[in-house]
């Protein structure tokens, strides 16, 4: 056959992605903060969609003639026979509104915030002061200055403006104090500060005296040993045996006294002495000036019982967008519209508006059958508690739901459940399965890790367990389990060995 170029057709068949069915996949993973982000930019850029009211005669029921049901509930029997809701409608046209009754602000407020009360006794003023310069005005002037929050940083550098040192030394300070954590401690090491600066450790060594001379004391300290040490030099109590007891934190946590009465050289009353010392010590001095305000978690799914005992499955309306299509405005401005390139901007608008819709109705009704199935998989759960939590993998919600695992996988990310035992991550009840000792059903992984919890909090202080009797123990209880996982789910519990569970609840003070 010779060689030589040659044109020829060649049909073949692809699967390829398009934007909006990528973005429609991310939608899915997408936690209800960042799902109500995306949809604020959204409507900030395109001109038909606007944040739906809340109230019963909404534009979406003047349009389509009809009301949709508030909320999204079902009870587990429906999701058995049928998955989808009926209270989500089954195509979303332009003019459909995606209603799940949520507020008018829901797009532009966020998770509120807690207010948090400053541990320095200065406390947001609950007046607010137009910042007048009379001594009438409630809220100004001195008091109002003492009401607000000041921030580590402010306080350590207006005490490095009152410092005599010259401007270099005084912009190494400034980068140390922007270095520090919430907790007070430095975050980076000297050396690389000292590369950073092209100057000797020494010099940085230095200098870092000097900021560790600021209040609160026990400030850029570098670990936990050196943050208590500063502040009992400061005390006056930095002597010999107490330095040797906070180089030696480990053997205090793990109870060794024996070892530090040894290290310390001081006796058992001493060493009691010097432990009430540092526990009146503050480990973090940094969050005096205002702890970090907790993220509060928004659950997206609801279940609970209704008077019959069937559980019902709820989506959270508070976490679901109200977006609407502005069909009077788009019929309005199309009769308007003269310009071939203003057509097709109206064209592409009215795309994504109706894309977006249909997203958000999708998304809801995925969320709410994996949730639906997932109750069905985890009654006994939900009726008797951790105990009785089976093993279950996606593919299993997948195969019953008739979706692949990677959609279940995106759904169950960063989505919460709230249940009559507490708030949980969807992925929590995905567990591993522990095999049973007499071929019977299987454990779920974190049933196993609640037996053994029980079993340890439960034990003799005399007769302390090792792993090889806990395993003995789960065994006779029915669960096949290898000591080295038995040693795995311990470390994953956070519970010491045997040796240093006997010496912490056997120790004498």
Same mark, same amino acid.
């Not at 000041?150 to 040192?165: E, K, T, W, Y």
């Given at each position: 056959?010779?060689?030589?170029?040659?044109?020829?057709? &060649?049909?073949?068949?692809?699967?390829?992605?398009?934007?909006?069915?990528?973005?429609?996949?991310?939608?899915?993973?997408?936690?209800?903060?960042?799902?109500?982000?995306?949809?604020?930019?959204?409507?900030?850029?395109?001109?038909?969609?606007?944040?739906?009211?809340?109230?019963?005669?909404?534009?979406?029921?003047?349009?389509?003639?009809?009301?949709?049901?508030?909320?999204?509930?079902?009870?587990?029997?429906?999701?058995?026979?049928?998955?989808?809701?009926?209270?989500?409608?089954?195509? #979303?046209?332009?003019?459909?509104?995606?209603?799940?009754?949520?507020?008018?602000?829901?797009?532009?407020?966020?998770?509120?915030?807690?207010?948090?009360?400053?541990?320095?006794?200065?406390?947001?003023?609950?007046?607010?002061?137009?910042?007048?310069?009379?001594?009438?005005?409630?809220?100004?002037?001195?008091?109002?200055?003492?009401?607000?929050?000041?921030?580590?940083?402010?306080?350590?550098?207006?005490?490095?403006?009152?410092?005599?040192?010259?401007?270099?030394?005084?912009?190494?300070?400034?980068?140390?104090?922007?270095?520090?954590?919430?907790?007070?401690?430095?975050?980076?090491?000297?050396?690389?500060?000292?590369?950073?600066?092209?100057?000797?450790?020494?010099?940085?060594?230095?200098?870092?005296?000097?900021?560790?001379?600021?209040?609160?004391?026990?400030?850029?300290?570098?670990?936990?040993?050196?943050?208590? &040490?500063?502040?009992?030099?400061?005390?006056?109590?930095?002597?010999?045996?107490?330095?040797?007891?906070?180089?030696?934190?480990?053997?205090?946590?793990?109870?060794?006294?024996?070892?530090?009465?040894?290290?310390?050289?001081?006796?058992?009353?001493?060493?009691?002495?010097?432990?009430?010392?540092?526990?009146?010590?503050?480990?973090?001095?940094?969050?005096?000036?205002?702890?970090?305000?907790?993220?509060?978690?928004?659950?997206?799914?609801?279940?609970?019982?209704?008077? &019959?005992?069937?559980?019902?499955?709820?989506?959270?309306?508070?976490?679901?967008?109200?977006?609407?299509?502005?069909?009077?405005?788009?019929?309005?401005?199309?009769?308007?519209?003269?310009?071939?390139?203003?057509?097709?901007?109206?064209?592409?608008?009215?795309?994504?508006?109706?894309?977006?819709?249909?997203?958000?109705?999708?998304?809801?009704?995925?969320?709410?059958?994996?949730?639906?199935?997932?109750?069905?998989?985890?009654?006994?759960?939900?009726?008797?508690?951790?105990?009785?939590?089976?093993?279950?993998?996606?593919?299993?919600?997948?195969?019953?739901?008739?979706?692949?695992?990677?959609?279940?996988?995106?759904?169950?990310?960063?989505?919460?459940?709230?249940?009559?035992?507490?708030?949980?991550?969807?992925?929590?009840?995905?567990?591993?399965?522990?095999?049973?000792?007499?071929?019977?059903?299987?454990?779920?992984?974190?049933?196993?890790?609640?037996?053994?919890?029980?079993?340890?909090?439960?034990?003799?202080?005399?007769?302390?367990?090792?792993?090889?009797?806990?395993?003995?123990?789960?065994?006779?209880?029915?669960?096949?389990?290898?000591?080295?996982?038995? #040693?795995?789910?311990?470390?994953?519990?956070?519970?010491?060995?045997?040796?240093?569970?006997?010496?912490? &609840?056997?120790?004498?003070?």
């Amino acid at each position: 056959m010779a060689l030589s170029p040659r044109i020829e057709l &060649k049909l073949s068949q692809s699967l390829v992605m398009t934007p909006q069915l990528q973005q429609a996949i991310k939608l899915l993973q997408y936690s209800n903060i960042d799902l109500v982000d995306f949809v604020a930019q959204e409507i900030e850029k395109n001109p038909l969609l606007e944040v739906g009211d809340s109230s019963p005669s909404s534009a979406a029921e003047d349009i389509n003639g009809a009301k949709t049901k508030e909320g999204s509930e079902a009870t587990s029997d429906d999701y058995l026979t049928n998955p989808g809701a009926e209270n989500l409608n089954s195509e #979303a046209a332009l003019d459909t509104s995606f209603d799940n009754d949520f507020t008018n602000d829901c797009i532009n407020d966020g998770v509120q915030k807690s207010p948090t009360d400053n541990d320095m006794g200065l406390t947001s003023s609950s007046m607010i002061g137009n910042g007048g310069s009379s001594f009438d005005q409630a809220g100004s002037g001195f008091d109002l200055r003492l009401s607000e929050e000041i921030s580590l940083s402010d306080h350590l550098l207006d005490q490095l403006n009152l410092l005599a040192l010259d401007h270099h030394d005084k912009s190494i300070i400034r980068f140390l104090v922007g270095m520090l954590d919430d907790a007070g401690y430095l975050s980076e090491s000297t050396p690389d500060i000292a590369e950073r600066f092209n100057c000797d450790v020494a010099e940085i060594e230095k200098l870092l005296d000097v900021a560790q001379g600021l209040e609160p004391v026990g400030v850029f300290a570098r670990d936990l040993s050196e943050c208590l &040490k500063l502040q009992q030099k400061a005390n006056d109590r930095l002597d010999p045996a107490m330095e040797a007891l906070l180089d030696n934190l480990e053997r205090l946590a793990k109870r060794d006294y024996n070892g530090l009465m040894r290290i310390c050289g001081v006796d058992e009353e001493d060493l009691r002495d010097m432990i009430s010392e540092i526990q009146a010590l503050n480990p973090k001095p940094g969050q005096i000036f205002g702890n970090p305000v907790s993220q509060s978690v928004i659950p997206d799914v609801f279940i609970r019982k209704n008077p &019959k005992g069937n559980w019902i499955v709820e989506l959270n309306s508070e976490t679901l967008p109200r977006v609407l299509f502005n069909n009077h405005y788009f019929t309005e401005i199309q009769d308007l519209t003269k310009k071939k390139e203003d057509k097709e901007y109206l064209a592409e608008c009215a795309a994504s508006a109706s894309w977006l819709v249909k997203a958000l109705d999708q998304r809801a009704r995925t969320i709410l059958k994996v949730s639906s199935e997932l109750v069905k998989h985890q009654e006994l759960f939900f009726e008797k508690g951790v105990k009785y939590l089976k093993p279950l993998n996606l593919k299993t919600i997948a195969d019953a739901i008739e979706m692949h695992e990677s959609t279940v996988s995106r759904v169950t990310s960063n989505k919460f459940i709230s249940t009559n035992r507490g708030i949980f991550e969807l992925k929590y009840f995905f567990t591993t399965a522990i095999s049973s000792v007499e071929g019977g059903e299987s454990h779920s992984s974190e049933s196993v890790k609640h037996a053994l919890q029980s079993l340890i909090d439960d034990e003799d202080p005399k007769k302390i367990l090792s792993d090889d009797k806990l395993v003995e123990i789960l065994k006779s209880q029915g669960i096949d389990i290898a000591r080295r996982t038995v #040693a795995k789910y311990r470390e994953a519990l956070h519970i010491p060995s045997s040796i240093q569970r006997r010496r912490i &609840k056997n120790a004498a003070f």
